[in-house]
């Protein structure tokens, strides 16, 4: 009877122990099994994009964050501007567009979507030395098609007016002409392919007025940006519509077809409440 008693004890004993050993492998087999499915979530590629030159200090901002956060991936930026970065985009030969005006009807009509990431004043912008310090609606329609030619109709000292603009296909171009209503009709003495070169221009030249995006106007020396029927150009005044003279930067994508891993979670960074800090420093306005 204690001989079988006896031996029952040891049967248990060392079933306990295996269990206890089997229990300890199953807790290290699962270890791997969490590095595997970590390693499976890393993002690597890379996400190229394409258009407005407006959008160069928010698509910096967000990219170089990204990248920071993610190791693996790259983004790139090719500033083509709008008109440009739209059709690369429709033919499939970047994975986000940059718009710094809303989509056409026929763009739309293609597949092509646009989602806001942020609001631009466009500034109207005057060389330093120029003494008008606002200018109406109205009067800024006047002077860029021409029919208002002299500072000294505006109260300024005489001098002939210079109108700086952008090229054909620019989003800044498209968003001021169609709010201050001179589509087609501008008369510029210089036709710019890009933001940086209107400021130099109107830097240049104390009889010039131009028009740039508030993110790249913004604490520039040389120049100035008027207020536009008393309201100044800032992020307070876009956001809550007061400043007449803004358009949305979008991003743009084929709603036809599925974005890359990296693409898409670059997409999803950008469009969140997590990069609205990195957006007001570049200048624009959030609208997440």
């Known amino acids: 009877m204690k001989s079988n008693l006896k031996k029952t004890m040891c049967v248990l004993a060392a079933s306990a122990v295996l269990a206890l050993s089997l229990a300890g492998c199953g807790g290290t087999a699962e270890e791997p099994a969490q590095d595997a499915q970590t390693e499976g979530t890393t993002i690597s590629g890379t996400v190229s994009t394409n258009g407005s030159t407006s959008?160069?200090?928010?698509?910096?901002?967000?990219?170089?964050?990204?990248m920071a956060d993610n190791s693996g991936v790259t983004v790139t930026y090719d500033p083509t501007g709008s008109g440009t970065g739209i059709e690369a985009v429709s033919t499939g030969s970047c994975d986000i567009g940059?718009?710094?005006?809303?989509?056409?009807?026929?763009e739309t009509e293609k597949g092509l979507e646009g989602t806001v990431v942020a609001l631009d004043g466009i500034a109207v912008i005057v060389n330093e030395a120029c003494p008008v310090e606002d200018l109406s609606l109205e009067q800024i329609a006047s002077i860029f098609t021409g029919e208002v030619s002299d500072w000294s109709e505006l109260g300024g000292e005489a001098g002939?007016?210079?109108?700086?603009?952008?090229?054909?296909?620019?989003?800044?171009?498209?968003?001021?002409?169609?709010i201050t209503g001179t589509e087609d009709t501008c008369v510029l003495s210089q036709e710019l392919t890009s933001t940086g070169a209107v400021i130099e221009a109107v830097k240049s030249n104390p009889n010039a007025i131009g028009y740039a995006s508030l993110s790249s106007a913004e604490n520039q020396e040389g120049i100035k940006m008027v207020t536009v029927g008393g309201v100044a150009c800032s992020e307070e005044t876009v956001l809550d519509g007061s400043y007449v003279i803004q358009r949305p930067f979008l991003l743009?994508?084929?709603?036809?077809?599925?974005?890359?891993?990296?693409?898409?979670?670059?997409?999803?960074?950008?469009?969140?409440?997590?990069?609205?800090?990195?957006i007001r420093t570049a200048g624009a306005v959030p609208v997440a």
């Open 55 to 66: 959008m160069e200090k928010v698509i910096g901002a967000l990219s170089e964050q990204f």
């Open 98 to 106: 940059l718009s710094s005006r809303n989509l056409k009807d026929e």
């Open 160 to 178: 002939a007016i210079a109108c700086i603009g952008r090229e054909a296909g620019s989003g800044t171009r498209d968003g001021f002409e169609s």
């Open 252 to 278: 743009v994508t084929k709603a036809d077809t599925q974005l890359s891993e990296a693409a898409q979670a670059f997409f999803d960074f950008a469009t969140s409440a997590d990069a609205n800090d990195l």
